[in-house]
């Protein structure tokens, strides 16, 4: 082993431990910037109003159309997403022949 090869080792660990940095980083942006826009909306708008304009919040009705579309939406989802999951592993499967 030279010692070129003790430092290509050195430095794919080294990059490595930078793309798992990088990637911890962009996993807890979203969250980061989830956390400020709510920071700033409750900050903007005292939790007493917040509370105030939900009591008047047709539950029941919002409940009867949002839950429909919901499942509709989930099974077209669905569906859309096993043909092309099916059509990529029958693709890649004649590839491999």
């Known amino acids: 082993m030279s010692v070129s090869d003790g430092h290509s080792q050195v430095s794919a660990a080294s990059q490595e431990e930078l793309s798992r940095g990088v990637s911890r980083w962009k ?34 009705k919002f409940f009867s159309v949002f839950l429909p579309f919901s499942a509709v939406y989930w099974v077209v989802d669905s569906v859309c997403l096993t043909w092309v999951v099916r059509r990529h592993t029958a693709f890649e499967a004649s590839k491999a022949r």
């Open 27 to 60: 996993k807890s942006v979203r969250y980061i910037v989830t956390l400020l826009i709510f920071a700033l909306i409750f900050w903007r708008i005292p939790m007493s109003r917040v509370g105030a304009a939900l009591e008047n919040v047709p539950i029941v």
